[in-house]
C-alpha cells in the first residue's frame, strides 16, 4: 500500500514534466515562427559561408531587392525570372509568387543528360509566404519574404560539386537595403 502512493505521486510528477516539456517546446517552436513573420529580422538565417566567396561574382537584382554571389563554375549561368499564380502546396492550397531561376550551364554530363542543376530565389509576400512549403526561408524585409528551391535531380558524379555549390551560393545571399 505504502509503495504504489509513491508510484502514484512519481507518475503524476512524470506526467507533469512530459507536459511541461511539449508545452515549452510547442512554445519554443510558435516563438521561432513568429520571428520569421514578423520582419524583426531582415536576414532570418545568419549564415558564414564554409568557402570563401571574395572572388565570386555578385548578382544583384534591384526590382526584388536582394544579392548574391556565384563561383566561377557558374560562368555563364542562365538566370529566368517570373511569376507563379497557380503553385499548390502540400495541403492543396494555391499560392502565388515571383522568382528568379538560376540554371547551371553545364547541361549534359559525361554520364548523360540527367536534367539541369538549378536553384530559385521566390519573393512572397506575407499570406502567400505561410502557404508556401519546401521553401527554405532566407529572410524578409517588410512586406517581402525571400525563400530558396532547389532541384539537383540525379547529378552524376561529374556536376556534383555543382550541386554542393547551391548551399555556398545560398550562404552569400542578402537583402539589399
Not at 506526467?15 to 511539449?22: E, F, N, R, S, W
Not at 517546446?25 to 524583426?40: L, P, R, V
Not at 549564415?47 to 570563401?52: E, I, S
Not at 539537383?152 to 561529374?158: K, L, V
Request: charged content about 25%; glycine content about 10%.
Amino acid at each position: 500500500m505504502f509503495g504504489n502512493k509513491y508510484l502514484k505521486i512519481a507518475l503524476v510528477f512524470l506526467a507533469l514534466v512530459v507536459v511541461a516539456g511539449v508545452g515549452f517546446i510547442s512554445w519554443k517552436i510558435d516563438q521561432e515562427i513568429n520571428d520569421i513573420y514578423s520582419g524583426t529580422d531582415k536576414n532570418l538565417i545568419n549564415r558564414k559561408p564554409a568557402v570563401d566567396t571574395s572572388g565570386w561574382e555578385i548578382y544583384r537584382n534591384e526590382q526584388y531587392g536582394f544579392e548574391l554571389k556565384f563561383p566561377l563554375t557558374w560562368k555563364g549561368v542562365e538566370i529566368t525570372t517570373g511569376e507563379e499564380n497557380n503553385a499548390i502546396n502540400y495541403d492543396s492550397k494555391k499560392y502565388s509568387f515571383k522568382f528568379v531561376k538560376f540554371t547551371h550551364p553545364q547541361k549534359i554530363s559525361s554520364k548523360g543528360n540527367l536534367g539541369d542543376i538549378w536553384f530559385e530565389i521566390g519573393i512572397f509576400d506575407e499570406n502567400n509566404w505561410k502557404l508556401a512549403q519546401g521553401w527554405g526561408p532566407l529572410g524578409n524585409s517588410g512586406d517581402k519574404f525571400f525563400g530558396s528551391a532547389h532541384f539537383n535531380g540525379a547529378a552524376p558524379d561529374d556536376l556534383l560539386d555543382r550541386a554542393k555549390e547551391i548551399t555556398a551560393i545560398r550562404s552569400t545571399f542578402k537583402i539589399l537595403e
